[in-house]
């Protein structure tokens, strides 16, 4: 089954850049869609945005222009580059795998990203 760990998230200041990662299993971006999404404690978890199988993506307006998705199929990952961060982008960022066969979704287990002086 789809299994998906997130890594990379830390602690940057404002107007600074990180790299998020999604690793997965051989064959998994092929079938899935891979989103990634958002959570801060006391709001509603946000969609990033995603990148589907044939390699189209889809950002969010709160982060367009700023962040990027991208995948290295060789790898079986999914990155989130993130540029120009601002300390609205704290939040713990979770990846996402949604099949478009079957519509199941998998998700991981999310990693801390804290944008602050």
């Known amino acids: 089954q789809v299994h998906l760990v997130e890594s990379g998230g830390g602690l940057v200041q404002p107007g600074g850049s990180l790299r998020l990662s999604c690793a997965t299993s051989?064959?998994?971006?092929?079938?899935?869609?891979m989103y990634w999404y958002r959570q801060t404690p006391g709001k509603q978890r946000e969609q990033v945005g995603y990148i589907n199988p044939g390699g189209g993506t889809n950002y969010a307006d709160s982060v367009k222009g700023r962040f990027t998705i991208s995948r290295d199929i060789a790898k079986s990952t999914v990155y989130l580059q993130m540029n120009s961060l601002k300390p609205e982008d704290t939040a713990v960022y979770y990846c996402?795998?949604?099949?478009?066969?079957?519509?199941?979704?998998?998700w991981g287990q999310g990693t801390q990203v804290t944008v602050s002086s």
């Open positions: 051989p064959g998994v971006l092929s079938i899935h869609a």
């Open positions: 996402n795998a949604l099949s478009v066969r079957t519509r199941v979704e998998t």
